[in-house]
């Protein structure tokens, strides 16, 4: 079982800045495709980025593309996703997940973060 811990979410202002982290309980992490979807109120789950466990390539949902990024720290069991200027938009439960294999951008991922908070002011 991995369990995956999100961190760095807030209340932030339009325009602004944030870094979510999510840590992964398990080693051999870099076997691991990891990603970050998010949930609005009424809304579907939608992929917003994914990492690939080795090799490191990334997918960004064109909806963040030029302003979200995602990378992986593998020696720590880290995944983080730097979210620049961003919007009202951008308002959600930010989730981490984790899945055997390759990234999809569906969510068959087999392990899932509680969720962050990202509210942003306009």
């Known amino acids: 079982q991995v369990q995956l811990v999100e961190s760095g979410g807030g209340l932030v202002q339009a325009g602004d800045s944030l870094r979510l982290s999510c840590t992964a309980s398990r080693r051999a992490f870099s076997n691991y495709a990891m990603a970050w979807f998010r949930q609005a109120p009424g809304k579907e789950r939608e992929f917003v980025a994914g990492i690939s466990g080795s090799t490191g390539i990334t997918y960004t949902a064109d909806f963040v593309k030029g302003r979200f990024t995602v990378s992986r720290d593998n020696a720590k069991n880290t995944v983080y996703l730097q979210m620049n200027s961003l919007t009202s938009e951008d308002t959600a439960v930010y989730y981490c997940?984790?899945?055997?294999?390759?990234?999809?951008?569906?969510?068959?991922?087999?392990?899932w973060g509680q969720g962050t908070q990202v509210t942003v002011s306009s």
């Open positions: 997940a984790g899945r055997y294999g390759a990234v999809v951008r569906s969510t068959d991922y087999s392990y």
